[in-house]
């Protein structure tokens, strides 16, 4: 098993960034990858950002490139989301997930999920 925490949501105006935190615990040898996806008030969930465990390849919706960075700090086991110039839009509740490697789905963890809120 897998747990994943996240933190640093919160309310900012726009153009305030703002750095969600992802703290993985456990088996965390055997992921793959992790991402995090967003879901806004009557809107399916999407995935924002996303990389491999062990690795440097990135993935970015088109709606954030640019703007917003999914790094990881090796040593503490944690994932950001750094997340510049944000906008209105951006405002969701968002949620850090892992995949672990072999299996058949893509991501098999999920953490609690952080409300982001970004005022105009």
């Known amino acids: 098993q897998v747990q994943l925490v996240e933190s640093g949501g919160g309310t900012v105006q726009a153009g305030v960034s703002l750095r969600l935190s992802c703290a993985a615990s456990g088996r965390t040898a055997y992921l793959r990858r992790v991402g995090w996806f967003r879901q806004a008030p009557g809107k399916e969930r999407e995935l924002v950002a996303a990389r491999l465990w062990i690795g440097s390849h990135t993935y970015y919706a088109d709606a954030v490139k640019g703007r917003f960075t999914i790094s990881k700090d090796n040593a503490k086991n944690t994932v950001y989301l750094q997340m510049n110039s944000p906008k209105p839009e951006d405002t969701a509740v968002y949620y850090c997930?892992?995949?672990?490697?072999?299996?058949?789905?893509?991501?098999?963890?999920w953490g609690q999920g952080t409300q982001v809120t970004v005022s105009p």
């Open positions: 997930a892992a995949g672990v490697v072999g299996s058949d789905e893509s991501y098999n963890f």
